[in-house]
């Protein structure tokens, strides 16, 4: 039963450590099309605080699920599977190599094992959250979301808003920690047979490529970017314009931070938002982990996999 499952092939890793470059130069090697897993890259018009690859960086490679949603749509994970999952049939079924590209762990989570099933939002409690959101801001709940379930605090920002206000509601509605349902559910529907390969590399050295990056996106315009969002009236409170980015591009055109604090803020929270990413990746017992330069190496695992 399990050799009939569909075999992809998942290029992860955190933020700036090169995996969609070397996974644009795998599916050349290789003959594949790259779906992407990055939970921004899905929104139309965020290109720069994305790092979206040019077209001309992704030297003539499919890639899907790129430029999917408005930034005022809704878009999760349930979302995500369900658009993705008949593109992995329809690339391995035209006898092509399907990498699923992209550094959003709970996306390829769901992807590969299934959605776990939780009550639906409680319009009671959720209002009543809400209403304590907008008078005391989202860190205040995720302080809160600490105290009652520290692990998925971790993975959560303590501003995102809405993924802050559904763990706690879960909470509510179940008596359980969320961190305590996904440990039970083990994402076990899966579908399909994965070759997992994380790219990493010494913690100074992502660092500064971290810390490069920030600087080069507010040079190739991550503040005209922002403000053109603005402009076409996307609230600055939307969940993708809270993002690593562009929260800090509003901020900024706001007055609220000058350059210098605007760089150090954006690549601290950048740092540890790799973090965060590196601690998800770490708990994955079938992940496989590779340095940029181990090209080989990578090469003979999708070879042997494959």
């Given at each position: 039963?399990?050799?009939?499952?569909?075999?992809?092939?998942?290029?992860?890793?955190?933020?700036?450590s090169?995996k969609s470059?070397?996974?644009?130069?795998?599916?050349?090697?290789?003959?594949?099309?790259?779906?992407?897993?990055?939970?921004?890259?899905?929104y139309?018009?965020?290109?720069?605080?994305?790092?979206?690859?040019?077209?001309?960086?992704?030297?003539?490679v499919?890639?899907?699920?790129?430029d999917?949603?408005d930034?005022?749509?809704?878009?999760?994970?349930?979302?995500?599977?369900?658009?993705?999952?008949?593109?992995?049939?329809?690339i391995?079924?035209?006898?092509?190599?399907?990498?699923?590209?992209?550094?959003?762990?709970?996306?390829?989570?769901?992807?590969?094992?299934?959605?776990?099933?939780?009550?639906?939002?409680?319009?009671?409690?959720?209002?009543?959250?809400?209403?304590?959101c907008?008078?005391?801001?989202?860190?205040?709940?995720?302080?809160?979301?600490?105290r009652?379930?520290?692990?998925?605090?971790?993975?959560?920002?303590?501003?995102?808003?809405?993924?802050?206000?559904?763990?706690?509601?879960?909470?509510h509605?179940?008596?359980?920690?969320?961190?305590?349902?996904i440990?039970?559910?083990?994402f076990?529907?899966?579908?399909?047979?994965?070759?997992?390969?994380?790219?990493?590399?010494?913690?100074?050295?992502?660092?500064?490529?971290i810390?490069?990056?920030?600087?080069?996106?507010?040079?190739?315009?991550?503040?005209?970017?922002?403000?053109?969002?603005?402009?076409?009236?996307?609230?600055?409170?939307?969940r993708?314009?809270?993002?690593l980015g562009?929260?800090?591009?509003?901020?900024?055109?706001k007055?609220?931070?000058?350059?210098?604090?605007?760089?150090?803020?954006?690549?601290?929270?950048?740092?540890?938002?790799?973090?965060r990413?590196?601690?998800?990746?770490?708990?994955?017992?079938?992940?496989?982990?590779?340095?940029?330069?181990?090209?080989?190496?990578?090469?003979?695992?999708?070879?042997?996999f494959?």
């Amino acid at each position: 039963m399990k050799e009939n499952r569909l075999k992809l092939v998942v290029i992860t890793g955190p933020t700036a450590s090169g995996k969609s470059s070397i996974a644009v130069n795998l599916a050349l090697h290789f003959g594949g099309e790259i779906i992407n897993s990055d939970s921004m890259q899905v929104y139309r018009g965020m290109n720069v605080g994305t790092a979206k690859l040019l077209i001309e960086e992704r030297k003539g490679v499919v890639h899907h699920m790129i430029d999917v949603v408005d930034p005022d749509e809704d878009f999760n994970a349930s979302l995500y599977r369900r658009l993705a999952e008949p593109i992995v049939k329809d690339i391995v079924e035209r006898e092509r190599v399907c990498f699923v590209v992209g550094g959003t762990g709970l996306y390829i989570k769901v992807l590969l094992g299934g959605l776990l099933k939780c009550p639906p939002a409680n319009m009671g409690i959720r209002k009543e959250l809400i209403r304590e959101c907008e008078e005391s801001g989202s860190p205040f709940l995720h302080e809160r979301l600490k105290r009652l379930d520290p692990v998925a605090a971790l993975n959560i920002h303590p501003n995102d808003r809405t993924r802050v206000i559904r763990a706690i509601e879960i909470i509510h509605l179940t008596d359980q920690a969320l961190s305590s349902l996904i440990l039970k559910h083990h994402f076990k529907d899966r579908s399909f047979q994965a070759l997992k390969i994380c790219i990493h590399m010494d913690r100074n050295q992502l660092y500064k490529r971290i810390n490069d990056r920030t600087v080069s996106m507010i040079k190739s315009g991550l503040f005209e970017e922002t403000q053109k969002l603005l402009k076409k009236g996307y609230s600055g409170d939307l969940r993708p314009m809270n993002a690593l980015g562009y929260r800090h591009a509003i901020r900024y055109l706001k007055n609220e931070c000058n350059l210098e604090e605007t760089i150090l803020q954006f690549q601290g929270d950048t740092r540890r938002y790799a973090k965060r990413q590196l601690t998800w990746f770490r708990a994955d017992p079938e992940m496989i982990w590779a340095k940029p330069e181990e090209m080989e190496f990578i090469e003979k695992k999708i070879e042997n996999f494959i």
